[in-house]
């Protein structure tokens, strides 16, 4: 069973940093490509980037490319977003998710920016 634990969100004022991590199990993670998203309240998931099972590559989405970083652990069978320059428009539910699946969607972290 795929299982997606992410931890790290919280309440943040605009210009600081967080980093959100997503523990995972049940699945070979390793050679599994991952992804971030995000929810903002009222609107639409959106797909916040994604890294390939090496970390050798990594896709951002143009609203975050330049403040956010994804990374992995693959021994520690984590992936991370660290997140920099916040705006109260980063506000969302982040969720992790092994790139091109169908599986459902895990429970998230809550990242408010505000001051």
């Known amino acids: 069973q795929v299982q997606l634990v992410e931890s790290g969100g919280g309440l943040v004022q605009p210009g600081g940093s967080l980093r959100l991590s997503c523990a995972a199990s049940?699945?070979?993670?390793?050679?599994?490509?991952m992804s971030w998203y995000r929810q903002a309240p009222g609107k639409e998931r959106e797909l916040v980037g994604t890294i390939t099972s090496t970390g050798g590559n990594i896709n951002y989405a143009d609203s975050v490319k330049g403040r956010f970083t994804i990374s992995r652990d693959n021994l520690k069978r984590t992936v991370y977003l660290q997140m920099s320059s916040l705006k109260p428009e980063d506000t969302a539910v982040y969720y992790c998710?092994?790139?091109?699946?169908?599986?459902?969607w895990s429970q998230g972290t809550q990242v408010t920016v505000s001051s």
């Open positions: 049940g699945f070979s993670f390793s050679r599994s490509a």
């Open positions: 998710r092994i790139a091109g699946s169908w599986t459902p």
